[in-house]
Structures are given as structure tokens and as C-alpha cells.
């Protein structure tokens, strides 16, 4: 008897989605790549560089076609894992946008800025630029520190009120050179539920910004790049003067959360990511269980999966390998063994559930990223 492996039994290239073992993580790959080329269409507007976080899909492929499809202008990580990852994989321009604690950690930062062309870190206290500048001592290197201040979102970064100080700090330390300011602006999403909330609040945090560089320019000290902006605000934040580059790392994919958020701007068909399930019971005319719980689509948010494609079902709740749906609406009938698809609530942490994205094209498997910085926390 031939004994079949998960591996063996694909997905592969060129095989019809509709044949595919259920549940699967799907990408459409037109979908996607249009919504890179509308980001970048957006930067290239406002004069400013787009540099994708790729702590959404964690795979260097797809971190190597948004560089190709923005500009050239490298990417954004969120731990270091990530950036030895993407290094690894032949991606050379890198900005750490995280703070970088510990002696041995440093240490693999100053190896990794030798193996690469260009690479940045993130600090917002004393003791983060002191210990920068032990490590690139400690490894006669000069390290690159961008100076993250805190936009209004009260989680890290330093107070607007502190930075010229901060700035002055890293100007003055042997071994690092000062990359400018990380003004991120994602408590804006919080505040604001319409287009012009966004447009208001967005202009007002950059003007915020501004006053920073404003001040740390007036103690003699350039101020050459200010980072902003996640997927939600990156449109309105890339409008003002100051702003020089944008890090939104959702926007190839969107999900459920984008699209409740801004539902002038999102819609079904920008929500590229699809988890593909397989009917499993059907207990009752009003509910069909489908085999996508907890451990397929993630739910650290408030946001459940959403029909792809129709509008008479609801998915209502999940167990670690079950999803209840609500059919109660529909007059279709449901049978096992049939297929639903389901956009992803949070695509970020979802795409950290899997090991593999299937590109789709067509109806067809045209690609394969493996979710290769997958578990790289460190």
C-alpha cells in the first residue's frame, strides 16, 4: 500500500484549486499584484518611497516582486529573525523597524549589517542608543539608527517633547549614523471612521512630525528621512510635505479588519487572501459546520471571516478545527463535501498559521511562498 504525505499530495503548480486538500490559504495573484502596483501608484504621486513590511507574508519572494513593483526601495521588518530571513534570501536593503535588546542579539544585528548592502534599526531611549553603539563598537561597525518617536499610539517611542535630545544622542555616538525619525501614526485608525477623519487626523499627526524634525533640525541636526504609516494610513500620511517614505504591509492582501475600517476604499475583490474550507457536516437547515476553526483563520481580533463570494451565509463562531455557519439567510442547499471560501480576519497572523500561500491565478495553482520567517520571533 502507497503511504501518502501532506508533502506529496501538494499543492502544486498548474493544479486546480478546486482539487486542492481543504483548509488552504490562498492568494490571488492578479489581485494582489494590483493592489502592490495601486500603493505604489499613491507613493509615486506624493514623492515619496514605499517600503513594504513584509512581517505580513514573512517570505522573500513576495518581499523581492513588491521591491520590484515599488520602486526598489527595500523593505521593512519587524524582528530580527525576519531580517536574517530576508538576508538569507538575497533581499539586501533592510529596515528594522524594532527595537534591538541584548547583547547577543546586537552582536547577529552587526553580522547581519555585514551581509547586506543597506540595513537600519529602530531605538527610543537612552538605553537603546547606548547599547547600539556598544555593539557597533564592540564590532567596529557603523550601525544605522532610526529614532522612532511616539505618534499619539502610547505604545513605544519617545515623547515628541524629547526627541531633539534623543536625535542628538545618536548624532554625537561614535559608530552610528542617524537615519531619521519612525513617526508612526496607527493610533490614527483608532480615532477615525470616515474618509475625512482620516485625512484630518492623519494631516494633523504628520504636523506633529514636522514640529519634531522642526526642532531637532533647528539644533544643527538633518533630519533626511521620516518613516510613516501603516496600510490604513499610508494613503493619507504620504500627502504632507514631511513625509518621506511609507511602511504599509497589509495592502497587497487586505482582510476582514481593512475592510470593515474603510469601506470606501476596500472591497471583497482588494481582499486577496482566501482561506478555502471544505463543508464537514451539515447538521440543520440553518447551520453547516466547515473545517476552518481558530487554528486556520486567526482571531486575535474582533473581526470572524467573511464569504468571499456570497452574501446569505455567515460564519458565526469557531472551535480550534471547527467553523459554525450560519445559513439560517440562504436558500441555497449545502451538502458535504462542498467548498466555501472565507476572507481572512487578520492576514497578518493568519498568514503565521500556515506554512505555504497558494498563489491562484485562473483557478489554478500559479505559485508557491513558503511562510519562511514563519515562528522567527527572535
Request: aromatic letters at 6%; hydrophobic letters at 40%; proline letters at 4%.
Given at each position: 500500500?502507497?503511504?501518502w504525505?501532506?508533502d506529496?499530495?501538494g499543492?502544486?503548480?498548474g493544479?486546480?484549486?478546486?482539487?486542492?486538500e481543504?483548509?488552504?490559504?490562498l492568494?490571488?495573484?492578479d489581485a494582489m499584484?494590483r493592489?502592490?502596483?495601486e500603493?505604489a501608484?499613491?507613493?509615486d504621486?506624493?514623492d515619496?518611497d514605499?517600503r513594504?513590511?513584509?512581517?505580513t507574508?514573512?517570505n522573500?519572494?513576495l518581499?523581492?516582486r513588491?521591491?520590484e513593483l515599488?520602486g526598489?526601495?527595500?523593505?521593512?521588518?519587524?524582528?530580527l529573525?525576519?531580517?536574517?530571513?530576508?538576508?538569507?534570501?538575497g533581499?539586501d536593503?533592510?529596515?528594522?523597524?524594532?527595537?534591538v535588546?541584548?547583547?547577543?542579539?546586537l552582536?547577529?544585528?552587526?553580522?547581519?549589517?555585514d551581509?547586506?548592502?543597506a540595513?537600519?534599526?529602530?531605538?527610543?531611549?537612552?538605553?537603546?542608543?547606548?547599547?547600539?553603539?556598544?555593539?557597533?563598537e564592540r564590532?567596529?561597525?557603523t550601525?544605522?539608527?532610526v529614532?522612532?518617536?511616539?505618534?499619539?499610539?502610547?505604545?513605544?517611542?519617545?515623547?515628541?517633547?524629547?526627541?531633539?535630545?534623543?536625535?542628538?544622542r545618536?548624532h554625537?555616538?561614535d559608530?552610528?549614523?542617524?537615519?531619521?525619525?519612525?513617526a508612526?501614526?496607527?493610533?490614527?485608525?483608532s480615532?477615525?471612521?470616515?474618509?475625512?477623519?482620516?485625512?484630518?487626523r492623519?494631516w494633523a499627526?504628520?504636523?506633529?512630525?514636522?514640529?519634531?524634525?522642526?526642532?531637532i533640525e533647528?539644533?544643527?541636526i538633518?533630519?533626511?528621512e521620516?518613516?510613516v504609516?501603516?496600510?490604513?494610513t499610508?494613503r493619507?500620511?504620504?500627502r504632507?510635505?514631511?513625509?518621506?517614505?511609507?511602511?504599509?504591509g497589509m495592502?497587497?492582501?487586505?482582510?476582514v479588519g481593512?475592510?470593515?475600517?474603510r469601506p470606501?476604499?476596500?472591497s471583497?475583490?482588494?481582499?486577496?487572501a482566501?482561506?478555502l474550507?471544505?463543508?464537514i457536516?451539515?447538521?440543520d437547515?440553518?447551520?453547516?459546520?466547515v473545517d476552518?476553526?481558530?487554528?486556520t483563520f486567526?482571531?486575535?481580533k474582533p473581526q470572524?471571516?467573511?464569504?468571499?463570494?456570497?452574501?446569505d451565509?455567515?460564519y458565526v463562531?469557531?472551535s480550534?478545527e471547527h467553523?459554525?455557519?450560519?445559513?439560517?439567510?440562504?436558500?441555497?442547499?449545502?451538502?458535504?463535501g462542498?467548498r466555501l471560501?472565507?476572507?481572512?480576519p487578520h492576514?497578518c497572523?493568519?498568514?503565521?498559521?500556515?506554512?505555504?500561500?497558494?498563489?491562484?491565478?485562473?483557478?489554478?495553482?500559479a505559485?508557491?511562498?513558503?511562510?519562511?520567517a514563519r515562528?522567527?520571533?527572535r
Amino acid at each position: 500500500m502507497t503511504t501518502w504525505t501532506s508533502d506529496q499530495m501538494g499543492p502544486r503548480l498548474g493544479e486546480r484549486v478546486d482539487d486542492l486538500e481543504t483548509p488552504v490559504l490562498l492568494a490571488d495573484v492578479d489581485a494582489m499584484e494590483r493592489n502592490i502596483r495601486e500603493y505604489a501608484a499613491v507613493a509615486d504621486e506624493h514623492d515619496v518611497d514605499l517600503r513594504s513590511h513584509v512581517k505580513t507574508h514573512k517570505n522573500a519572494a513576495l518581499a523581492a516582486r513588491e521591491v520590484e513593483l515599488t520602486g526598489d526601495t527595500g523593505i521593512c521588518c519587524q524582528t530580527l529573525g525576519e531580517v536574517e530571513t530576508m538576508a538569507r534570501n538575497g533581499i539586501d536593503d533592510i529596515y528594522l523597524s524594532y527595537q534591538v535588546v541584548g547583547e547577543s542579539k546586537l552582536d547577529r544585528l552587526c553580522w547581519l549589517d555585514d551581509q547586506v548592502d543597506a540595513l537600519a534599526t529602530t531605538v527610543d531611549s537612552v538605553a537603546t542608543i547606548d547599547a547600539l553603539a556598544a555593539a557597533a563598537e564592540r564590532n567596529d561597525r557603523t550601525l544605522h539608527a532610526v529614532l522612532e518617536v511616539d505618534m499619539g499610539l502610547n505604545r513605544t517611542g519617545v515623547a515628541p517633547a524629547e526627541a531633539p535630545d534623543l536625535a542628538a544622542r545618536i548624532h554625537d555616538a561614535d559608530g552610528l549614523a542617524f537615519d531619521g525619525l519612525l513617526a508612526y501614526d496607527a493610533h490614527v485608525k483608532s480615532e477615525a471612521s470616515t474618509e475625512a477623519e482620516f485625512e484630518e487626523r492623519a494631516w494633523a499627526t504628520m504636523d506633529l512630525a514636522e514640529s519634531v524634525v522642526d526642532d531637532i533640525e533647528a539644533a544643527g541636526i538633518p533630519v533626511e528621512e521620516v518613516k510613516v504609516g501603516g496600510t490604513a494610513t499610508s494613503r493619507y500620511s504620504a500627502r504632507h510635505p514631511v513625509v518621506t517614505e511609507i511602511n504599509p504591509g497589509m495592502y497587497p492582501f487586505n482582510d476582514v479588519g481593512e475592510l470593515e475600517l474603510r469601506p470606501w476604499e476596500v472591497s471583497k475583490d482588494d481582499c486577496t487572501a482566501t482561506v478555502l474550507t471544505t463543508v464537514i457536516s451539515v447538521p440543520d437547515d440553518d447551520r453547516l459546520v466547515v473545517d476552518g476553526g481558530s487554528k486556520t483563520f486567526s482571531l486575535d481580533k474582533p473581526q470572524l471571516p467573511v464569504p468571499k463570494n456570497r452574501d446569505d451565509i455567515e460564519y458565526v463562531n469557531a472551535s480550534e478545527e471547527h467553523g459554525w455557519i450560519d445559513t439560517s439567510e440562504s436558500e441555497a442547499s449545502f451538502e458535504v463535501g462542498d467548498r466555501l471560501a472565507f476572507i481572512v480576519p487578520h492576514v497578518c497572523t493568519t498568514i503565521n498559521l500556515h506554512d505555504l500561500i497558494v498563489g491562484v491565478r485562473d483557478g489554478e495553482v500559479a505559485d508557491l511562498w513558503e511562510v519562511q520567517a514563519r515562528g522567527k520571533v527572535r
